[in-house]
């Protein structure tokens, strides 16, 4: 089974990508990941998108496209997909058909998972983690038991992603709706596109992709 995962950042694609790997043994293709997995590696691609980010350039859609096809040729035929990040456009999509068609694949499922954009903003600004072990903690949903020392590991340095405020937020949600959403009619029209609210409970949000991979 091959899915694609989609939803702005901070909508809980990583989360439940790697639950789905713990729970079907499915593998999670993450084009960042992979990206830097190509770049240390020194594969041809790899070396092709060294060069260009080396230069302060963008990857093109070719280059991401060759590392997903390299990933997809270390899986043996029966080990199901889960992309995350990728595809972001009309092209990628269209990259995306050719490379699965030419290893006899198949995209089964496109899983969106739907956010409240105030309600994410809320969700992305108060999370912190613990600079030490990584532990993940929240201003108003998951605070240290004891305050200032977390709960796994005792250390009492915190740190926040420089990143994780509202006007970055809001814009890569503004990027999200211009650039990934319209992908969703090409799968609409294949009748292969489901909704989940991304805003429940993590449990909820599981069971319910679960639900839609079983039918």
Not at 43 to 61: C, H, I, N, R, Y
């Amino acid at each position: 089974m091959n899915i694609i995962l989609l939803g702005p950042p901070g909508a809980g694609k990583g989360t439940q990508a790697q639950r789905l790997v713990a729970a079907l043994g499915m593998v999670q293709l993450s084009t960042g990941d992979m990206l830097r997995a190509a770049v240390k590696a020194g594969t041809p691609v790899g070396l092709k998108a060294k060069a260009v980010m080396d230069a302060g350039e963008l990857v093109s859609d070719e280059i991401v496209s060759g590392i997903i096809g390299e990933a997809l040729d270390q899986l043996a035929p029966d080990v199901g997909v889960i992309f995350d990040g990728y595809p972001r456009t009309a092209a990628q999509a269209e990259s995306l058909d050719a490379l699965l068609g030419a290893r006899n694949r198949q995209l089964d499922h496109v899983i969106e998972l739907a956010v409240d954009e105030d309600a994410l903003v809320d969700r992305i600004t108060g999370r912190f983690t613990c600079a030490s072990c990584g532990e993940g903690y929240h201003d108003r949903y998951k605070t240290p038991k004891v305050e200032g020392v977390c709960d796994r590991c005792g250390s009492t340095e915190f740190k926040r992603r420089p990143d994780d405020n509202e006007e970055t937020v809001r814009t890569r949600m503004a990027e999200y709706r211009a650039k990934t959403a319209p992908i969703l009619p090409i799968y609409e029209e294949r009748n292969i596109v489901s909704r989940v609210d991304g805003m429940a409970d993590i449990d909820e949000v599981s069971n319910a992709i679960v639900t839609i991979l079983d039918r």
